[in-house]
């Protein structure tokens, strides 16, 4: 059983792409569902499909995106920052720049899942989530 469902989900994302599959299958929730619509609109992701089970879960279906000269995918990397045993959070002055403004960081906030760049425009605080870039 896994305590960590989004370590889980980031891993399964990234071990897809480092086997350079064009889609990976994870079962869902509604974080997840929400760090997918992130990851979408951001453009790290194609597309992104919701499936029905037999049980209420349901999984997503993502299918990954490549660069079309390197072949690499889009996401080069993703990381776990707040986990079960240690939570890390940042207020909306502290919120971390990635890559120099080039990678998002996922922020749990009091208004639901959000990049940072939107929780500093709304000057809302919260858990960092993952790094990505």
């Given at each position: ?86 939570r ?27 990049t ?18």
């Amino acid at each position: 059983m896994n305590t960590d469902t989004i370590a889980d989900y980031l891993t399964r994302i990234r071990n897809a792409c480092l086997a350079k599959h064009k889609t990976v299958e994870i079962p869902a929730s509604n974080t997840k569902k929400e760090i997918t619509k992130i990851l979408y609109d951001q453009g790290f992701i194609l597309s992104f499909k919701l499936i029905d089970t037999n049980n209420k879960q349901g999984k997503i279906k993502i299918a990954l995106k490549y660069d079309n000269i390197t072949g690499q995918s889009i996401i080069r990397k993703i990381n776990r920052i707040s986990t079960p045993g240690l939570r890390k959070y940042a207020n909306a002055k502290n919120l971390p720049r990635i890559l120099n403004g080039l990678g998002i960081s996922i922020i749990s906030t009091s208004m639901g899942l959000m990049t940072g760049k939107e929780a500093k425009k709304k000057n809302i605080g919260g858990e960092l989530i993952c790094y990505l870039y």
